[in-house]
């Protein structure tokens, strides 16, 4: 994405053989995952390196490696989060890039040793990105039967390389960030691809999103396969989003705003918003003009009602901020979010781990080790 690349934000072959998990005390209090033996906890996106692995970011060999996931483990989180595409997986005849499939299974047996869960988060694919409305990608995986039987596929592929895991350590993501026009388009996606992974895997935990970006409002039109215990919820959360994407150079008009942000309160100065022009930063300043911990928890609520209705796991699986808004300010932001978070039992992975909104540098030079604390502690 560079790394959140869209305005309606509320606001990632696999192993033929088992290793086994090292018994590691997590550092963090576990959150209950209703009716299931899946903990996630606290996480972390290890992002821009099997999906939107873009120019200029290090080499994959070094961008991501044992020691990263180590790191996370000491610093106290408990699961990875692990984007992948179809461009960087699939070669363009279809078949596997078995060099891409190396590091993801790389990837697997490092969280497995360190201790770490994993999802395995399909995050774009040809017929879809997420995006695509603001001109990445074309996405007709709603209109076209032949891309979702083709996605449909994908998830066999992915089946047939990584059923072996444990279905305690490792769950797949159908879909990151689906975008449907109709609701019922993407339910009927849901259904045919939880049919498809079922045949193999009755087991497996599966993480689903609701259509729009993963948004929480649009969970009343989530539908889910009727009596599928093993079934976690999963929304996206960066709100209020002029303070979270303030400077990010991927957002519209909104990209070049170089005006006072501020959280908890109003997100701007109320005579600042007087008198700036009428047009989209005005209108976006406006809708999310003020925001603290409680408005934090009311835009969440959808989720959590929808969660408590069908007794599921809720997981957020993205959330962050870009580093450019006042240190202290992003500090509070983070600490509320936590607190919604444990206080809910909510489970979350952090977006991300390197690159715009990242906890370490892309050289790995620098680990914001207070953002870390403010992540998983509350505090």
Same mark, same amino acid.
């Given at each position: 994405?560079?790394?959140?690349?869209?305005?309606?934000?509320?606001?990632?072959?696999?192993?033929?053989?088992?290793?086994?998990?090292?018994?590691?005390?997590?550092?963090?209090?576990?959150?209950?995952?209703?009716?299931?033996?899946?903990?996630?906890?606290?996480?972390?996106?290890?992002?821009?390196?099997?999906?939107?692995?873009?120019?200029?970011?290090?080499?994959?060999?070094?961008?991501?490696?044992?020691?990263?996931?180590?790191?996370?483990?000491?610093?106290?989180?408990?699961?990875?989060?692990?984007?992948?595409?179809?461009? /960087?997986?699939? $070669? !363009?005849?279809?078949?596997? #890039?078995? @060099?891409?499939?190396?590091? *993801?299974?790389?990837?697997?047996?490092? +969280?497995?040793?360190?201790?770490?869960?994993?999802?395995?988060?399909?995050?774009?694919?040809?017929?879809?990105?997420?995006?695509?409305?603001?001109?990445?990608?074309?996405?007709?995986?709603?209109?076209?039967?032949?891309?979702?039987?083709?996605?449909?596929?994908?998830?066999?592929?992915?089946?047939?390389?990584?059923?072996?895991?444990?279905?305690?350590?490792?769950?797949? /993501?159908?879909? $990151? !960030?689906?975008?449907?026009? #109709?609701? @019922?388009?993407?339910?009927? *996606?849901?259904?045919?691809?939880?049919? +498809?992974?079922?045949?193999?895997?009755?087991?497996?935990?599966?993480?689903?999103?609701?259509?729009?970006?993963?948004?929480?409002?649009?969970?009343?039109?989530?539908?889910?396969?009727?009596?599928?215990?093993?079934?976690?919820?999963?929304?996206?959360?960066?709100?209020?989003?002029?303070?979270?994407?303030?400077?990010?150079?991927?957002?519209?008009?909104?990209?070049?705003?170089?005006?006072?942000?501020?959280?908890?309160?109003?997100?701007?100065?109320?005579?600042?918003?007087?008198?700036?022009?009428?047009?989209?930063?005005?209108?976006?300043?406006?809708?999310?003009?003020?925001?603290?911990?409680?408005?934090?928890?009311?835009?969440?609520?959808?989720?959590?009602?929808?969660?408590?209705?069908?007794?599921?796991?809720?997981?957020?699986?993205?959330?962050?901020?870009?580093?450019?808004?006042?240190?202290?300010?992003?500090?509070?932001?983070?600490?509320?979010?936590?607190?919604?978070?444990?206080?809910?039992?909510?489970?979350?992975?952090?977006?991300?781990?390197?690159?715009?909104?990242?906890?370490?540098?892309?050289?790995?030079?620098?680990?914001?080790?207070?953002?870390?604390?403010?992540?998983?502690?509350?505090?």
């Amino acid at each position: 994405m560079k790394i959140k690349t869209t305005l309606y934000l509320c606001t990632l072959g696999l192993l033929l053989a088992l290793t086994p998990g090292c018994n590691i005390e997590n550092k963090t209090e576990t959150l209950p995952v209703a009716g299931t033996e899946f903990v996630l906890g606290s996480g972390v996106n290890a992002s821009h390196w099997l999906a939107q692995h873009f120019e200029g970011i290090p080499p994959k060999d070094i961008f991501f490696t044992q020691e990263d996931v180590q790191l996370l483990k000491d610093a106290g989180f408990q699961h990875l989060r692990i984007p992948v595409e179809e461009v /960087e997986m699939w $070669n !363009e005849d279809g078949s596997p #890039n078995e @060099e891409s499939f190396r590091y *993801l299974d790389q990837a697997l047996h490092w +969280a497995q040793d360190a201790g770490l869960n994993a999802i395995l988060d399909l995050h774009i694919i040809k017929a879809h990105h997420f995006n695509s409305e603001h001109g990445d990608g074309k996405n007709v995986l709603f209109t076209s039967e032949e891309a979702q039987q083709h996605l449909v596929g994908l998830w066999q592929q992915l089946s047939d390389r990584c059923h072996e895991w444990p279905n305690d350590f490792l769950a797949y /993501e159908i879909l $990151n !960030e689906a975008v449907a026009e #109709n609701h @019922e388009d993407w339910n009927k *996606l849901v259904a045919k691809c939880v049919a +498809a992974i079922r045949e193999k895997e009755p087991e497996r935990f599966l993480v689903i999103g609701s259509n729009r970006w993963q948004q929480t409002q649009f969970f009343p039109f989530l539908k889910i396969p009727e009596g599928d215990r093993r079934i976690i919820l999963s929304f996206h959360f960066y709100n209020p989003f002029p303070f979270t994407h303030y400077q990010a150079g991927w957002v519209g008009a909104y990209s070049d705003y170089r005006g006072p942000i501020n959280y908890p309160g109003n997100i701007v100065p109320e005579d600042y918003l007087e008198s700036l022009a009428e047009g989209e930063i005005r209108d976006m300043l406006t809708e999310s003009f003020y925001n603290d911990k409680e408005t934090l928890r009311a835009m969440m609520k959808p989720a959590i009602d929808y969660a408590a209705e069908h007794n599921l796991a809720l997981y957020c699986g993205e959330w962050g901020t870009m580093p450019t808004m006042p240190r202290e300010d992003r500090l509070q932001w983070y600490r509320d979010m936590s607190q919604v978070f444990r206080e809910e039992g909510i489970e979350n992975a952090i977006w991300s781990y390197k690159v715009e909104f990242g906890i370490r540098s892309n050289d790995n030079s620098f680990t914001d080790y207070e953002l870390i604390h403010s992540i998983l502690t509350g505090e």
